[in-house]
């Protein structure tokens, strides 16, 4: 047993954060004890941790990266989706076929994660098994939570990022071998990049892999409405995006994030309800390849799941309190066309990007009790040019004014985790 001393701010329901100031959590095994004002009898004589007067959140989950575009970070903001990848992403991810890029560009990404206070990531890797595995091992050294993907392609995309559907299989298989056994930190997940990208066969087997080894998956959806034309002409018997992934047992069968859904609404948008489908918003993405404003307020309020995702390299910036920033945002920009559709509060952006992602993993992202210590400890004394500033408007000004320096604490199911 542990206990943790501060100012504690969460969110169990999106609409208001609980504000527990000068408050304990006390953590047994990893997991949330309770969150006390006063300590109670039967927790004295337990280590306190005492932050003082900082303040003590859930960690950041980052739902939609691609670790392989890591070095693009920043550049190529001057194209729409489709030549975009063409022109930049796929020549990057090319270069993982070689251990010695891979081991150089790797380490960088997963200390930037750990940098922006995000203890778990769902991510993209790229089709190479080896470079896939160096990842996974490299997120787990660093004590991180994740769900990674080898991405499976086989179509419209150079020699060197294709595939066969038994290379696929095979690689599946050998991850879930050496990763996927009760408590792993880091697991494989189903990773067809879009239908784009891959022929009927080769979505087909992804399928038959999430259900034979019962693994979640992730891939995009409705991001670009030339995108989503291309989709109409491959798949013409569906009734839209989410029907096709649907159709090959990709879309809620197992527990499933939907990159972006700038352009779901209507039929695709209940079948995501009704398949408990977590969406992944970007907001920094979509608006950096021109893809669109995603209407989270139509998710949220159909009761859509949705995290936030930093989506490197469409999107340019590792921080989800960034996203959360974007995604309010973005949000205003829909409240301006349409005024019965609200924009979002902080709190429930900080709720997305905490309770709301962390329930991929389980219970994850709060401070309730039986959750897992998942948290950072913010010092934001030097932002503070006033005294009575509330707890949320502390935490607002670090979300919208702050930055990594001001994170001096992380921990991951408990445990401290270091630079790696």
Known sequence: MQIYHANIIYTPQSRRFEVVPDGYIAVCDGKVEGVYRDLPDHLSGVPVTDFGNRLLIPAMNDMHVHAPQYRNQGIAMDEELLPWLKNYVFPEEQKYADMTYAERMYPRFVRDLWRHGTMRVVTFASVHLESTRLLMHLLDDAGLCARVGKVNMNRDCPPGLQETVVEAQEACGALVDEFEHEGSRVRPIVTPRFIPSCTPEMLQACGEMARHYNLPVQTHLSENLEEIELVKQLEPQSRHYADAYYRYGLIGQTPSVMAHCVWTD???????????????????????????????????????????????????????????????????????????????????????????????????????????FDALVIDDSELMIDTDYTLPERLERFVYIGDDRHIVGRYCQGRLVGEP
């Open 266 to 372: 209507g039929d695709e948008l209940e079948m995501l309800r009704n398949h408990s489908v977590m969406v992944a918003h970007c907001p920094t993405s979509n608006l950096n390849v021109a893809s669109g404003l995603a209407p989270v307020r139509r998710f949220l309020e159909a009761g859509v799941p949705v995290g936030l995702g930093s989506d490197i390299c469409g999107g340019h910036d590792f921080s989800i309190f960034r996203m959360m920033v974007y995604a309010i945002q973005v949000s205003k920009m829909h409240y301006q066309r349409d005024k019965s559709c609200s924009f979002l509060t902080l709190s429930e952006a900080f709720w997305m990007a905490t309770k709301s992602a962390g329930s991929f993993f389980g219970k994850v992202g709060s401070f309730e009790p039986g959750y897992d």
